[in-house]
Nanobody
Framework: QVQLVESGGGSVLPGGSLRLSCTAS????????MAWFRQAPGKEREGVAL????????????MYADSVKGRFTISGDSAKKMIFLEMNNLQPDDTATYYC??????????????????WGQGTQVTVSS
């Protein structure tokens, strides 16, 4: 029903930047929540950033994990059916597989606790010297 495809991962030095992209197969106005999660081997999945996608992202509602606030920025482009994650000042602890997720429901402040309905395949981000 909804396919999500991530791109933009790679290997960078500490302090470097990457921009992740996620392309949806449906109009992003048909869903409510679009988010980035990440998971490192042996660790729990962590919610990174959330954006409210209805209204062509115009409501400007975003939420971030404390660990990335001020360094990462989530944004969306409804015409392209895409969301992005601009990651700056990357650190080794940011190393993980990053997943794009979407859900027709809006979960609010506890969004990171839920298994979203649709998921991409993931893109690897490695930060090391």
């Amino acid at each position: 029903q909804v396919q999500l495809v991530e791109s933009g991962g790679g290997s960078v030095l500490p302090g470097g930047s990457l921009r992740l992209s996620c392309t949806a197969s449906v109009d992003t106005n048909k869903i409510s929540s679009m988010a980035w999660f990440r998971q490192a081997p042996g660790k729990e999945r962590e919610g990174v950033a959330l954006i409210y996608s209805q209204g062509s992202f115009s409501y400007g509602v975003t939420m971030y994990a404390d660990s990335v606030k001020g360094r990462f920025t989530i944004s969306g482009d409804s015409a392209k059916k895409m969301i992005f994650l601009e990651m700056n000042n990357l650190q080794p602890d940011d190393t993980a597989t990053y997943y794009c997720a979407a859900d027709p429901k809006w979960y609010g402040a506890t969004w990171y606790k839920y298994a979203f309905e649709y998921w991409g395949q993931g893109t690897q981000v490695t930060v090391s010297s």
